[in-house]
């Protein structure tokens, strides 16, 4: 990784994190409270998936401007959007899968595509890929962009092999993490930064739904029988024990006179 000058931008304050273990922390609990508290809404409250996605894409909406409204990483308003973005994401796969009749297969493929145009026209206009240096609105709507595809595809791929495999939650749970632990390893073996990062981001969503379900989900269908109010409300108190953590400490934060391009 090598550092250079940002040319035009100059010194700025990132409006996302610095990639630490707070983060990946705080994005499994995020990814995990995403998956049970959709099926909460979904299911046990008798929303439907329909609704639930109309009220949580709504709320996204809300979320998402207020993130905008930030010139810096502010913890409580980006990782709101992240939960946030967690549920419409995993909802959007739903509808396509059980509303639609769209095969997994399809989706996957699909969503993977997307995520590629996205980082191709990401790159594109800002000649950069680099999570370091989303200081520009333009560069946060492309970042955004890119962690909803991430979240979709996630939910995607994470169903395909669950269904297709029938290893139930906590085998799923542990390839899903093996397969994110293989790609930290290769970025500490130096392999290109921006590839592991986004690939690990997908993957955790999967590997979080996993061990949501397998807390949430009742003892006759593989799970612990949690429920998904109790499993919902622990991640929930974690991650703002996190978040105001980071507020507290003013982890995470990163003034932007360089940037890393990969």
């Known amino acids: 990784m090598r550092m250079e000058s940002l040319d035009g931008v100059g010194e700025a304050a990132n409006r996302v994190p610095l990639v630490t273990l707070d983060f990946w922390l705080v994005k499994l609990l995020a990814v995990t409270m995403g998956e049970t ?3 909460y809404l979904a299911v ?7 609704t639930t996605s109309v009220i949580m ?3 996204l909406a809300v979320f998402i401007i207020l993130q905008f409204s930030q010139r810096r990483y502010v913890p409580w308003a980006y990782w709101t959007c992240v939960v946030m973005i967690s549920i419409v994401g995993t909802l959007i796969t739903d509808n396509l899968v059980d509303n639609l009749g769209v095969r997994l297969e399809t989706t996957t493929i699909f969503f993977a595509a997307a995520l590629a145009v996205t980082f191709v026209l990401w790159y594109f206009w800002e000649e950069t890929l680099s999570i370091h240096s989303i200081v520009t609105t333009q560069r946060e709507i492309w970042y955004w962009l890119a962690i909803l595809f ?5 939910t995607a791929a994470g169903d395909l092999v669950a269904e297709k495999f029938e290893l139930g939650y906590l085998a799923t749970g ?9 790609f930290w390893a290769a970025y500490l073996l130096k392999a290109n930064a921006v590839l592991t990062f986004w690939l690990a981001y997908i993957f955790t969503r999967p590997l979080g739904a996993s061990f949501g379900d397998l807390l949430s989900q009742p003892v006759e269908y593989g799970g612990l029988g949690f429920g998904t109010i109790l499993t919902s409300l622990l991640f929930l108190i974690l991650i703002v024990g996190t978040v105001a953590f980071m507020t507290v400490t003013g982890r995470g934060r990163e003034y932007q ?6």
């Open 150 to 154: 991430t979240f979709s595809l996630g």
């Open 57 to 59: 894409s709504a709320l």
């Open 174 to 182: 542990l390839l899903f993490l093996a397969i994110v632990m293989a």
């Open 37 to 39: 508290a959709a099926d």
């Open 44 to 50: 046990n409250l008798g929303l439907g998936l329909t």
């Open 257 to 262: 006179g360089a940037e890393a391009r990969y």
